[in-house]
Protein backbone atom coordinates (compact mmCIF):
# COMPACT_ATOMS: atom_id res chain seq x y z
CA UNK A 1 0.00 0.00 0.00
CA UNK A 2 0.83 3.72 -0.87
CA UNK A 3 -0.54 6.52 0.71
CA UNK A 4 0.00 9.98 -0.73
CA UNK A 5 -0.35 13.76 0.17
CA UNK A 6 -0.31 16.26 -1.81
CA UNK A 7 1.27 20.16 -0.75
CA UNK A 8 2.42 23.30 -1.99
CA UNK A 9 -0.70 24.48 -4.00
CA UNK A 10 -2.27 28.09 -3.45
CA UNK A 11 -2.68 31.12 -5.47
CA UNK A 12 -0.06 32.59 -8.01
CA UNK A 13 -0.32 35.71 -10.87
CA UNK A 14 -0.21 34.79 -14.34
CA UNK A 15 3.71 33.86 -15.00
CA UNK A 16 4.87 33.15 -11.58
CA UNK A 17 5.48 29.66 -10.56
CA UNK A 18 4.85 26.73 -7.80
CA UNK A 19 6.39 23.77 -6.82
CA UNK A 20 4.05 21.37 -5.76
CA UNK A 21 5.16 18.18 -3.63
CA UNK A 22 3.87 14.39 -3.17
CA UNK A 23 5.21 12.55 -0.10
CA UNK A 24 4.46 8.73 0.02
CA UNK A 25 4.46 6.45 2.57
CA UNK A 26 5.25 2.99 2.68
CA UNK A 27 8.14 1.04 1.57
CA UNK A 28 8.01 0.04 -2.23
CA UNK A 29 7.93 4.16 -3.34
CA UNK A 30 11.11 3.48 -5.70
CA UNK A 31 8.93 0.60 -7.30
CA UNK A 32 6.28 3.08 -8.39
CA UNK A 33 5.88 5.09 -11.39
CA UNK A 34 4.81 8.23 -10.63
CA UNK A 35 2.61 10.80 -12.10
CA UNK A 36 0.20 14.38 -11.85
CA UNK A 37 -2.84 14.56 -13.29
CA UNK A 38 -5.28 18.06 -13.09
CA UNK A 39 -8.75 18.59 -12.66
CA UNK A 40 -10.86 21.54 -13.11
CA UNK A 41 -14.52 22.44 -12.68
CA UNK A 42 -16.38 20.70 -15.25
CA UNK A 43 -13.88 19.11 -17.32
CA UNK A 44 -12.16 15.50 -16.91
CA UNK A 45 -9.23 14.44 -15.37
CA UNK A 46 -6.40 15.65 -17.60
CA UNK A 47 -2.55 13.64 -17.38
CA UNK A 48 -0.03 16.48 -16.27
CA UNK A 49 3.31 14.44 -16.46
CA UNK A 50 4.65 10.95 -15.14
CA UNK A 51 7.86 9.43 -14.22
CA UNK A 52 9.33 6.15 -14.23
CA UNK A 53 11.35 4.45 -11.15
CA UNK A 54 14.23 6.11 -11.46
CA UNK A 55 13.49 9.24 -12.48
CA UNK A 56 15.19 8.92 -15.58
CA UNK A 57 12.19 8.75 -18.22
CA UNK A 58 10.00 11.10 -18.35
CA UNK A 59 6.48 12.29 -19.83
CA UNK A 60 4.36 15.40 -20.39
CA UNK A 61 0.75 16.05 -21.12
CA UNK A 62 1.28 18.53 -24.44
CA UNK A 63 -0.67 21.49 -22.43
CA UNK A 64 2.26 21.84 -20.11
CA UNK A 65 5.39 20.70 -21.81
CA UNK A 66 8.53 22.72 -21.78
CA UNK A 67 7.00 24.91 -19.01
CA UNK A 68 6.08 22.03 -16.07
CA UNK A 69 8.72 19.73 -14.64
CA UNK A 70 8.75 16.27 -12.87
CA UNK A 71 10.88 14.96 -10.69
CA UNK A 72 11.84 12.66 -8.15
CA UNK A 73 13.66 11.54 -4.79
CA UNK A 74 13.13 8.21 -3.91
CA UNK A 75 15.07 8.92 -0.75
CA UNK A 76 12.75 11.14 0.87
CA UNK A 77 10.24 9.31 -0.92
CA UNK A 78 8.52 12.45 -2.90
CA UNK A 79 8.01 13.30 -5.76
CA UNK A 80 8.03 17.00 -7.18
CA UNK A 81 5.77 19.15 -9.78
CA UNK A 82 8.09 22.31 -10.79
CA UNK A 83 5.57 24.81 -12.54
CA UNK A 84 6.70 27.69 -14.44
CA UNK A 85 5.37 29.91 -16.50
CA UNK A 86 1.65 29.69 -14.89
CA UNK A 87 -1.77 30.47 -17.22
CA UNK A 88 -5.07 30.95 -15.90
CA UNK A 89 -6.18 27.90 -17.67
CA UNK A 90 -3.83 25.82 -15.32
CA UNK A 91 -6.40 26.24 -12.41
CA UNK A 92 -6.91 23.19 -11.18
CA UNK A 93 -6.92 20.67 -8.50
CA UNK A 94 -3.72 18.41 -8.80
CA UNK A 95 -3.56 14.89 -7.86
CA UNK A 96 -0.45 12.71 -7.65
CA UNK A 97 -0.86 9.36 -8.63
CA UNK A 98 1.03 6.38 -8.15
CA UNK A 99 1.24 3.34 -10.47
CA UNK A 100 3.06 0.35 -12.07
CA UNK A 101 3.44 1.88 -16.25
CA UNK A 102 3.73 5.18 -17.11
CA UNK A 103 0.45 6.02 -18.88
CA UNK A 104 -1.76 8.58 -19.84
CA UNK A 105 -4.76 7.07 -18.75
CA UNK A 106 -5.74 7.51 -15.02
CA UNK A 107 -7.31 4.73 -14.51
CA UNK A 108 -4.14 2.53 -14.96
CA UNK A 109 -2.60 4.16 -11.44
CA UNK A 110 -3.85 2.86 -8.26
CA UNK A 111 -3.15 5.39 -5.56
CA UNK A 112 -4.24 9.21 -5.76
CA UNK A 113 -3.55 11.52 -3.03
CA UNK A 114 -6.45 13.83 -2.09
CA UNK A 115 -6.01 16.52 -4.45
CA UNK A 116 -4.11 19.88 -3.50
CA UNK A 117 -6.20 23.29 -5.25
CA UNK A 118 -3.76 25.67 -7.71
CA UNK A 119 -5.01 29.24 -9.13
CA UNK A 120 -3.70 31.19 -11.29
CA UNK A 121 -5.11 34.38 -11.65
CA UNK A 122 -4.90 37.04 -14.85
Known amino acids: QVQLVESGGGLVQAGGSLRLSCAASGRTFSTYVMAWFRQAPGKEREFVAA????????DYGDTVKGRFTISRDNAKKTVYLQMNGLKPEDTAVYYC???????????????WGQGTQVTVSS
Open 97 to 111: AGGIVVARTSSTYNY
Open 51 to 58: TTYSGGST
